[in-house]
C-alpha cells in the first residue's frame, strides 16, 4: 500500500495522515469548501476538493470521495470515525473500485451496526445483555406497550442503527412512551437513515465501560485493555482513561474474555470496540454495542500499551502487519484523556462556533499527547463537530497522570470562543473523580458544583 485516501476532516484525518507517513504511505485528504486550507489538507501529500460546507454534500457524498481517492491513485481507504465509517455501502464501492477498506469487513459492520441483531448475537455468543425488545418501525408499534412492560421503567428507547450517544432517550414512565418513541424515531431516520428503534433497560447508576479489541480477520482476536468512559454529557463522553477505577480484576477479566469472544465470533479484522454497561452497584456488566470503526478514545490505550492502532489497522489491510499474541500485550502506568470542546458548559454544553483568535495547548509538557486538527486563526464551524483538541496525560499512575493533566488544562488557552477547559480543570479536580467514584449521571449530578467551580478558574481562583 503506497498511498491511502483519508475520508475524513479535523482531528481524525491529521491522526491518520501522520499515521500513514509513519509507515512511509502517502495520504490524500479531501476537503469541503468550508475547509479549504484546514490542517488535514497542509499536513496531506495531496488535498481534493469535494463539495460543499455541510456535510451531506461533501464528506458523506461517497461518490466525490471516492473519484477523489480514484484520481489519484489511491490504493487503500481509512474512514476514520463518524461520516462514512460505518457505511457498509461506502465500504462496498471502495472494494469495487480497487481500494482496501481499512476496517472490518462488510458483515461485520452491518451485523454489529443494527443494535437489535448485535445483541443476539453477543447473547448467542454468552455475553450478558440487558433485558430488550423488538425492533420498532414508525408504523409497526402494536406491540410497544407489552414489549415496555416487559423490559421495565426506566428504560431507553435507541435507535437502531445509532450510535455515540445519538438516538437515545430515557423514558421512565408510560405515559411519555409513545411521544418518546416518534421522536426518536424521527431523529435516528434523520441522522442515520434508520427510523427503527428498540427498547433496552436502563441501569440507573451505570458505567459506561469499553474493551478496545483487534481481530486478525481469521477467527483470532486480543484485548488491549479496558477504558473508562462514563464522564459523559447528553450521553457523549467527554474525559476517558485506562485503567479504570474501583472494578474488580474478576470482572474486567471476564468483560475482556466476553469482549474477544465476541469479536472473534465475527472473524473481525482489525481495531474495534466492545463498550458494556456495569452497575455501579453490583459490578454486573451487559453489552451494549460494538463500534466497528476506531474511536475518538483510541489514544488512551496507546499510551498505556504502546499500539499504535491507526498503524496497525493500515498494517493488516495491507497484509504486512505481525501478529502479537493476547500475552505479549502489556499495559504500564495510567492514562486520561480530556477532550477539548467549542461549548458552553453553562447553556446545556451548547456548540459555540467561532474564529479561534489565539489557541496555546501544551505542547512539550511530559507526559502529554495532543491530537488536533485545529490551529489559531481557524474556526469552528457549524457544520460539522466542535472539537478543538484532545489532550491525553499519561505516567507511572493515576493521581500522576491526574497531576500531569491538571497542569496541562491550566497553560491551555483558547480565545475567540467559548470552551469547556475550565470545566474540565473543575471536573478533574473534584473529589468524586479524584476518587474514581464516577458513573454516566455524575456530570448532571454534579453540574452546580462543577459549573461553580469552572467558573472560579475561569477567574483564576483556586479550588
Same mark, same amino acid.
Given at each position: 500500500?503506497?498511498?491511502?485516501?483519508?475520508?475524513?476532516?479535523?482531528?481524525?484525518?491529521? +491522526?491518520?495522515?501522520?499515521?500513514?507517513?509513519?509507515?512511509?504511505?502517502?495520504?490524500?485528504?479531501?476537503?469541503?469548501?468550508?475547509?479549504?486550507?484546514?490542517?488535514?489538507?497542509?499536513?496531506?501529500?495531496?488535498?481534493?476538493?469535494? *463539495?460543499?460546507?455541510?456535510?451531506?454534500?461533501?464528506?458523506?457524498?461517497?461518490?466525490?470521495?471516492?473519484?477523489?481517492?480514484?484520481?489519484?491513485?489511491?490504493?487503500?481507504?481509512?474512514?476514520?470515525?463518524?461520516?462514512?465509517?460505518?457505511?457498509?455501502?461506502?465500504?462496498?464501492?471502495?472494494?469495487?473500485?480497487?481500494?482496501?477498506?481499512?476496517?472490518?469487513?462488510?458483515?461485520?459492520?452491518?451485523?454489529?451496526?443494527?443494535?437489535?441483531?448485535?445483541?443476539?448475537?453477543?447473547?448467542?455468543?454468552?455475553?450478558?445483555?440487558?433485558?430488550?425488545?423488538?425492533?420498532?418501525?414508525?408504523?409497526?408499534?402494536?406491540?410497544?406497550?407489552?414489549?415496555?412492560?416487559?423490559?421495565?421503567?426506566?428504560?431507553?428507547?435507541?435507535?437502531?442503527?445509532?450510535?455515540?450517544?445519538?438516538?437515545?432517550?430515557?423514558?421512565?414512565?408510560?405515559?411519555?412512551?409513545?411521544?418518546?418513541?416518534?421522536?426518536?424515531?424521527?431523529?435516528?431516520?434523520?441522522?442515520?437513515?434508520?427510523?427503527?428503534?428498540?427498547?433496552?433497560?436502563?441501569?440507573?447508576?451505570?458505567?459506561?465501560?469499553?474493551?478496545?479489541?483487534?481481530?486478525?480477520?481469521?477467527?483470532?482476536?486480543?484485548?488491549?485493555?479496558?477504558?473508562?468512559?462514563?464522564?459523559?454529557?447528553?450521553?457523549?463522553?467527554?474525559?476517558? !482513561?485506562? =485503567?479504570?477505577?474501583?472494578?474488580?480484576?474478576?470482572?474486567?477479566?471476564?468483560?475482556?474474555?466476553?469482549?474477544?469472544?465476541?469479536?472473534?465470533?465475527?472473524?473481525?479484522?482489525?481495531?474495534?470496540?466492545?463498550?458494556?454497561?456495569?452497575?455501579?452497584?453490583?459490578? !454486573?456488566?451487559?453489552?451494549?454495542?460494538?463500534?466497528?470503526?476506531?474511536?475518538?478514545?483510541?489514544?488512551?490505550?496507546?499510551?498505556?500499551?504502546?499500539?499504535?492502532?491507526?498503524?496497525?489497522?493500515?498494517?493488516?489491510?495491507?497484509?504486512?502487519?505481525? +501478529?502479537?499474541?493476547?500475552?505479549?500485550?502489556?499495559?504500564?502506568?495510567?492514562?486520561? !484523556?480530556?477532550?477539548?470542546?467549542?461549548?458552553?458548559?453553562?447553556?446545556?454544553?451548547?456548540?459555540?462556533?467561532?474564529?479561534?483568535?489565539?489557541?496555546?495547548?501544551?505542547?512539550?509538557?511530559?507526559?502529554? +499527547?495532543?491530537?488536533?486538527?485545529?490551529?489559531?486563526?481557524?474556526?469552528?464551524?457549524?457544520?460539522?463537530?466542535?472539537?478543538?483538541?484532545?489532550?491525553?496525560?499519561?505516567?507511572?499512575?493515576?493521581?500522576?497522570?491526574?497531576?500531569?493533566?491538571?497542569?496541562?488544562?491550566?497553560?491551555?488557552?483558547?480565545?475567540?470562543?467559548?470552551?469547556?477547559?475550565?470545566?474540565?480543570?473543575?471536573?478533574?479536580?473534584? =473529589?468524586?473523580?479524584?476518587?474514581?467514584?464516577?458513573?454516566? *449521571?455524575?456530570?448532571?449530578?454534579?453540574?452546580?458544583?462543577?459549573?461553580?467551580?469552572?467558573?472560579?478558574?475561569?477567574?483564576?481562583?483556586?479550588?
Amino acid at each position: 500500500m503506497k498511498r491511502i485516501l483519508v475520508a475524513n476532516r479535523g482531528e481524525i484525518a491529521c +491522526r491518520i495522515i501522520d499515521a500513514a507517513h509513519g509507515l512511509g504511505i502517502e495520504a490524500i485528504a479531501v476537503y469541503s469548501d468550508a475547509d479549504a486550507g484546514a490542517k488535514h489538507c497542509a499536513m496531506a501529500d495531496v488535498a481534493v476538493a469535494i *463539495g460543499p460546507s455541510p456535510a451531506i454534500k461533501s464528506y458523506l457524498d461517497m461518490q466525490a470521495v471516492l473519484d477523489a481517492g480514484a484520481q489519484h491513485g489511491a490504493d487503500g481507504v481509512h474512514p476514520g470515525y463518524g461520516f462514512l465509517s460505518e457505511n457498509t455501502a461506502f465500504a462496498r464501492a471502495a472494494q469495487a473500485r480497487g481500494m482496501k477498506w481499512i476496517g472490518p469487513s462488510v458483515e461485520s459492520i452491518e451485523n454489529m451496526g443494527d443494535k437489535n441483531r448485535a445483541r443476539n448475537i453477543a447473547e448467542a455468543c454468552g455475553v450478558p445483555v440487558l433485558p430488550g425488545s423488538v425492533r420498532f418501525a414508525p408504523d409497526d408499534l402494536w406491540q410497544l406497550e407489552s414489549e415496555a412492560a416487559r423490559v421495565g421503567f426506566p428504560l431507553l428507547v435507541k435507535a437502531s442503527g445509532g450510535g455515540g450517544g445519538i438516538g437515545m432517550k430515557r423514558v421512565d414512565t408510560m405515559d411519555t412512551l409513545h411521544a418518546t418513541v416518534t421522536t426518536t424515531q424521527q431523529l435516528a431516520a434523520k441522522a442515520f437513515g434508520d427510523p427503527g428503534v428498540y427498547l433496552e433497560r436502563f441501569v440507573p447508576r451505570a458505567r459506561h465501560i469499553e474493551i478496545q479489541v483487534f481481530g486478525y480477520g481469521d477467527g483470532r482476536a486480543v484485548h488491549l485493555f479496558e477504558r473508562e468512559c462514563s464522564v459523559q454529557r447528553r450521553f457523549q463522553k467527554i474525559v476517558e !482513561e485506562s =485503567p479504570v477505577p474501583h472494578l474488580p480484576a474478576a470482572v474486567l477479566e471476564r468483560m475482556s474474555a466476553a469482549a474477544v469472544a465476541l469479536t472473534a465470533s465475527q472473524r473481525y479484522s482489525g481495531a474495534g470496540t466492545v463498550k458494556f454497561v456495569v452497575d455501579a452497584d453490583t459490578n !454486573e456488566f451487559f453489552f451494549l454495542e460494538m463500534n466497528t470503526r476506531i474511536q475518538v478514545e483510541h489514544g488512551v490505550t496507546q499510551a498505556v500499551t504502546g499500539w499504535d492502532l491507526v498503524q496497525a489497522q493500515i498494517l493488516l489491510a495491507a497484509g504486512s502487519m505481525e +501478529r502479537v499474541e493476547q500475552d505479549a500485550i502489556q499495559r504500564r502506568g495510567a492514562a486520561i !484523556e480530556c477532550r477539548l470542546y467549542a461549548e458552553n458548559p453553562a447553556k446545556n454544553f451548547l456548540s459555540s462556533p467561532g474564529k479561534i483568535e489565539a489557541l496555546t495547548l501544551p505542547v512539550g509538557l511530559d507526559c502529554m +499527547r495532543i491530537d488536533t486538527g485545529i490551529r489559531a486563526g481557524d474556526a469552528i464551524l457549524l457544520f460539522y463537530d466542535p472539537m478543538i483538541a484532545k489532550l491525553i496525560a499519561s505516567s507511572t499512575d493515576r493521581q500522576s497522570a491526574l497531576t500531569a493533566m491538571a497542569n496541562a488544562l491550566a497553560v491551555t488557552r483558547i480565545e475567540g470562543i467559548r470552551h469547556n477547559v475550565a470545566f474540565l480543570s473543575a471536573l478533574i479536580a473534584h =473529589p468524586g473523580f479524584v476518587a474514581g467514584n464516577v458513573d454516566t *449521571g455524575f456530570v448532571q449530578r454534579e453540574s452546580a458544583q462543577l459549573l461553580a467551580a469552572s467558573s472560579a478558574v475561569s477567574a483564576g481562583v483556586a479550588v
